[in-house]
């Protein structure tokens, strides 16, 4: 039997790309898993969650609504296992366009909300058994791709709070980890981004010959969630077809 199976997950942006796939399996798994969104309607997900899934709409830049979302995954047994803070705003900005408005939006949604959802759920981290956070970064700042600079900027911050947050929970056995995916042909940005030359230049850059999708990041996060890796905390894993190496 999975591990997971009667343990508690809480996943941040559940309703499209990694997240989604993550909840799944989870689900499938048997964990009950808590996960959060914008939308109001997430029967889709859920129909695949096999009565596991528990769905709430939240806005993650707003501390009321991540508030609310602990909140009502503890009131269903009082702890959480595991912790994926997973949701993000990737949007394109060049520098000259930055404004003070913009320069929120990204940390509040890409750093600030991982921070207050950890804090929120660290309570029901110290209670529950599986005692492992994952967030979700990005090899884009480590590449310096533009026209990426808050999002970047946001997203290195992320692996600073990582880091940092590994160090003083590590006392209590609490893992934090961080996995930053290369480009995943998610449906958003199959739609909205990816042009045949972006997938000719990755063809090009990275070592293996194939384009990733949500099912070659979401091992990993399993990975770092599960008692396997029981030995690590405060590392950046990295999945993006050996483009960028390290």
């Known amino acids: 039997m999975s591990e997971f199976s009667g343990k508690i997950a809480v996943v941040t942006g ?3 790309g990694i997240g989604r796939q993550l909840v799944t399996e989870l689900a499938e798994r048997g964990a009950e898993v808590f996960f959060c969104g914008r939308r109001q309607d997430a029967s889709e997900v859920l129909d695949k969650c096999c009565g596991h899934g528990h769905y709430f ?4 830049a707003n501390a009321g609504d991540i508030r609310r979302f ?4 503890l009131a269903f047994r009082g702890s959480i296992d595991y912790l994926v803070n997973n949701v993000a705003f990737d949007g394109r900005n060049s520098f000259e366009e930055v ?3 913009k320069f929120d ?21 110290r209670l529950g058994m599986g005692r492992s956070i994952v967030n979700l970064g990005t090899t884009n700042w480590m590449l310096g791709l533009k026209p990426f600079t808050l999002y ?5 911050g992320l692996l600073g709070f990582t880091r940092a947050m590994a160090r ?6 609490i ?9 995943v042909m998610t449906r958003k940005q199959l739609e909205l981004y990816v042009t045949e030359q972006d997938k000719a230049d990755l063809m090009r850059d990275q070592a293996l010959p194939f384009l990733l999708t949500e099912e070659n990041i979401t091992p990993a996060i399993r990975f770092l969630l599960s008692s396997e890796a029981g030995g690590i905390t405060g590392q950046n894993l990295i999945v993006d077809g050996g483009k960028l190496m390290q």
């Not at 970047?152 to 290195?156: E, G, N, V, W």
């Open 105 to 125: 939006n990204f940390i509040g949604v890409n750093l600030r909300a991982a921070v207050l959802t950890a804090r929120e759920a660290l309570p029901g981290l």
């Open 70 to 73: 602990i909140t009502n995954t």
């Open 168 to 173: 003083e929970l590590g006392a209590e056995c």
């Open 175 to 183: 893992r934090v980890n961080m996995v930053s995916p290369g480009w």
């Open 14 to 16: 559940g309703t499209d």
């Open 152 to 156: 970047s900027s946001s997203k290195a």
């Open 57 to 60: 709409m939240c806005d993650v």
């Open 99 to 101: 404004t003070p408005e």
